[in-house]
């Protein structure tokens, strides 16, 4: 079966059996108060408008038994995942790996690490926890994409210029087509937020196609 999705620059079409729906980092370290995000300088608020969007697409696509993945960015507790240069970035008073307000900030078991309530993870779908931006480099999702002969991917979360962005140029580079719901995807800084969507889709998709998820849901 073969769906349409009004997009920019034109439609996008897919199988939704060859399709997963990709919902990355969202988790309480870049949504909630007193997590990475806002330890880096950031207003959360922005980030938190596309829970609601994301937590709609995600009953649509369970609704129809389609196939959704999850990732959380985060490091091993020894921090040996974790680049020193990452770590020194920012010159932080609290940083990652110290104590934060959610627990050991960026680290994996921690509070701030864990995914939001509203979008909480059911057991089959994966959580591929990743130590970069990419939620290729480093992780099994590639395997994971390979053994379920996905080819195609409807990418969500945050932050759109930073995590989203550089999955869908890896993704790009594999030869996955990915479709970006522009709702469902959020920056902390709005004019980010228009330049990475705007650089996905020019020049005849370099990168994907960019919709908003009415579109998606319409086709479904
Ligand atoms: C960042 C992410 N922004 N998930 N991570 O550090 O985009």
Redesign the pocket.
Known sequence: MTLSVSAEPYDFTFDPATTALLI??M?RD?VDRGG??EL?GNDVAPLRQVIAPIQRVLAAWRARGLFAIH?R?GHRPDLSDCPPAKRARGNLAVGIGDQGPLGRV?VRGEGGHDIVDELRPLPGEPVVDKPG?GSFYATDLAGILASRRIYSLIVT????????H?TVREANDRGFECLVLSDCVGS?FPEFQSAALKMIAAQGGIFGWVAHSDQLLNAL
């Not at 979360?157 to 989203?164: L, P």
């Open positions: 990355i980092d988790q870049f990475f995000g880096l990732t960015e960026l931006k979360g945050v932050t759109t210029e930073v995590c989203v550089t902390y």
